[in-house]
């Protein structure tokens, strides 16, 4: 595995102060601890989703409470600070002119941490580094939980969360299966081409992926299948059809 990849593990494995996919945690005693308290969850999470940037008093209201603030939206915010300074290492959560922050960057937030992982993923494979950027993506995915958001009150933060999560996991086996494809390494990229397909049934080019795959397993006929499938669910659900290359070039494989 490459230093890049190391370094990553390694922020995975000791890096992260907040952890916002699954359960909301923050590290005390050298472990990621689940933080009691749905606002104090979401607080934490309005404030971790952007490590480093400040963010307003009002904002802080708004993303925590919703459309049912307090009596005293000031007071009960300030009430919540003070309880997850508390639980966040000393000199965390720190308030300045634009409100409030927390000191950590992207690598100490699992949220963010995926994304600095998918980034670094695309430009190895942008450099040719097949295998860093299938080991990157390995590790950002290894960030992730299925749970994402869900140890948030349902509304916009959690939504927002949960989406960000999903997109991020999204691109990151995006970024394994095309390094993957490009080794050559059929037989381990066709599990991700069939895992993207079914996320995305009408997306035409997830699909071409995956028939290519099939088509140079020698999998003519299941490629066929696929095409006649993706055919269907975007006339009917789109009223259009898809490009007809991939078939062509199928059929002359």
């Known amino acids: 595995m490459h230093s890049d990849s190391n370094d990553l ?18 590290r005390r005693g ?26 307003s008093s009002q904002s802080l209201i708004e993303e925590v409470w919703g459309d049912e ?8 915010l300030h009430t ?18 634009a409100g409030y922050r927390l000191v950590l960057d992207r690598m100490q937030v699992d949220l963010t941490l995926v994304r600095v992982c998918e980034q670094r993923a695309q430009q190895q494979r942008a450099d040719g580094d097949l295998s860093g950027a299938v080991a990157t993506a390995r590790d950002g995915a290894g960030c992730g939980a299925a749970s994402r958001g869900a140890d948030l009150a349902i509304g916009d933060l959690a939504r927002e969360i ?4 999903t997109a991020r996991a999204a691109a990151l086996d995006a ?42 397993l020698g999998l003519d006929s299941e490629a066929l299948e696929v095409f006649a499938g993706l055919r269907t669910r975007l006339a009917d659900r789109l009223g259009a059809d898809p490009s007809p290359g991939w078939s062509i070039s199928i059929r002359r494989s």
């Not at 300074?85 to 300045?96: D, N």
């Open 9 to 26: 593990v390694m922020a995975t494995a000791t890096g992260v102060e907040v952890a916002l996919l699954g359960e909301v945690a923050t």
């Open 30 to 55: 050298g472990d990621l601890i689940p933080l009691p308290g749905l606002r104090a969850r979401s607080l934490l999470a309005a404030l971790a989703r952007r490590p480093g940037r400040a963010c």
């Open 69 to 76: 603030p307090p009596r005293s939206p000031t007071n009960a």
């Open 80 to 97: 919540q600070i003070s309880r997850l300074r508390a639980a966040l290492p000393e000199g965390v959560l720190e308030k300045g002119p």
């Open 162 to 165: 949960a989406d960000e999560a």
């Open 175 to 216: 970024v394994e299966l095309a390094a993957t494809v490009a080794m050559g390494e059929l037989e381990q990229a066709l599990p991700l081409a069939r895992a993207a397909a079914v996320r995305a049934p009408v997306d035409e080019q997830v699909h071409g992926q995956l028939m290519l795959v099939l088509s140079g």
